[in-house]
């Protein structure tokens, strides 16, 4: 069992928009705004999409967003794409160097 | 470019031993502090150990702690991973990644990992 909580999968169709949203405690999401936000495509290497809650790395699309609200935090992939469905892994500084991730969303693009 | 790239991944036995490397190039790996991330089939990425730039500071998971080693020479822009006493939940694919930027807590870029299969 994660430390954070992801659903499973989530999806939707081309040009729509879709929230991920990422669970912990006051003890990492809550605590700390050093949510991340990972893409993976199967047998690729993780991608940073977003870092610090909301902050996108240089050449991830606009597409891409992120808040937080309390203990949980979202991730917000508007206008979908193809290549946007992959897994999606959120991850939280969790204090004294330790992190802790989700346990993944698979994204589908309908 | 920029590129991590793992190996020494394999089917051990339990209780058995097994070191993971990972070649860094294209990126100044002596001032990044490096990470490896694992993740068992079916279930979601798990932070493993950190290791800082000099090599003076280690950090490990609870799961791991006491067992694995974080090591690194800067000369060959490598990184290490000393895995002993394994146990079949340590079954699971083993990325290495650095650090963004100093003091994001993100991870980046990562490599393609290697899987590590614990079994008798």
């Known amino acids: 069992q994660s430390a954070l909580t992801q659903p499973p999968s989530a999806s939707g169709s081309p040009g729509q928009s879709v929230t991920i949203s990422c669970t912990g405690t006051s003890s990492d999401v809550g605590g700390y705004n050093y949510v991340s936000w990972y893409q993976v495509h199967p047998g690729k290497a993780p991608k940073l999409m977003i870092y610090e809650v909301s902050k996108r790395p240089s050449g991830v699309p606009d597409r891409f967003s992120g808040s937080k609200s309390g203990n949980t935090a979202s991730l917000t992939v508007s206008g979908l794409q193809a290549e946007d469905e992959a897994d999606y892994h959120c991850s939280s500084y969790a204090g004294r160097n330790n992190w802790v991730f989700g346990g993944g969303t698979e994204l589908t693009v309908l | 470019q920029v590129q991590l790239v793992e190996s020494g991944g394999g089917v051990v036995p339990p209780g058995r031993s097994l070191r993971l490397s990972c070649a860094a190039s294209?990126?100044?790996?002596?001032?990044?502090?490096m990470h490896w991330v694992r993740q068992a089939p079916g279930r979601g990425l798990e932070w493993v150990a950190l290791?800082?730039?000099?090599?003076?500071?280690?950090y490990y998971a609870d799961s791991v702690k006491g067992r694995f080693i974080i090591s690194r020479d800067n000369s060959k822009n490598t990184l290490y991973l000393q895995m002993n006493s394994l146990r079949g939940e340590d079954t699971a694919v083993y990325y290495c990644?650095?650090?963004?930027?100093?003091?994001?807590?993100?991870?980046?870029?990562w490599g393609q990992g290697t899987l590590v299969t614990v079994s008798s």
């Open positions: 990644a650095s650090d963004y930027d100093s003091g994001s807590s993100a991870l980046d870029p």
């Open positions: 294209g990126f100044t790996f002596s001032s990044n502090t």
């Open positions: 290791i800082s730039y000099d090599g003076s500071n280690k």
